[in-house]
Nanobody, 128 residues
C-alpha cells in the first residue's frame, strides 16, 4: 500500500510564495510518477503539474507555467510544488497523487483518473 502525506499550504497574499510537500511511503517511491491537482469550491479537480519517476520530465498546466515548479527528492521520498507569484485564482485545495510507471502504458498526467493514490489535500488561500 502506498500512502501520500502532504504538508505546507496556508494563507498568503497575492504575489507571495508557498511550497507544498508530499511524502510518499510504502512501495518503491522511485517508480512512481507524481502529480499535483487542485480543486476550488464548485469547480472540477484540475491538473497543476506532474513529474516522472526519474525527475527528468516535468509537465505543467498553462496556469502554472512560469510560476510553479515541481521537483522531487527520491532519497527522501518527497515531491515538492514551489508556487511563486501566487494569484487569488490559485486558491484551492491541492492534492498530490501517485501512479506507478508501466513500460506498456503511457500515462496521461493531466487526467486525475490515471492516478492510483492520493494525498489528504491541503488548503491554499491567496488573498488580494
Amino acid at each position: 500500500q502506498v500512502q501520500l502525506v502532504q504538508s505546507g499550504g496556508g494563507l498568503v497574499q497575492a504575489g507571495g510564495s508557498l511550497r507544498l510537500s508530499c511524502t510518499v511511503s510504502g512501495r518503491a517511491f522511485g517508480y512512481y510518477d507524481v502529480g499535483w491537482f487542485r480543486q476550488a469550491p464548485g469547480k472540477e479537480r484540475e491538473f497543476v503539474a506532474a513529474i516522472s519517476w526519474s525527475g527528468g520530465n516535468t509537465y505543467y498546466a498553462d496556469s502554472a507555467k512560469g510560476r510553479f515548479t515541481i521537483s522531487r527528492d527520491n532519497a527522501k521520498n518527497m515531491v515538492f510544488l514551489q508556487m511563486n507569484r501566487l494569484k487569488t485564482e490559485d486558491t484551492a485545495v491541492y492534492y498530490c497523487a501517485a501512479v506507478a510507471e508501466r513500460a506498456d502504458y503511457v500515462i496521461d498526467y493531466g487526467v486525475h483518473g490515471e492516478y492510483d493514490y492520493w494525498g489528504q489535500g491541503t488548503q491554499v488561500t491567496v488573498s488580494s
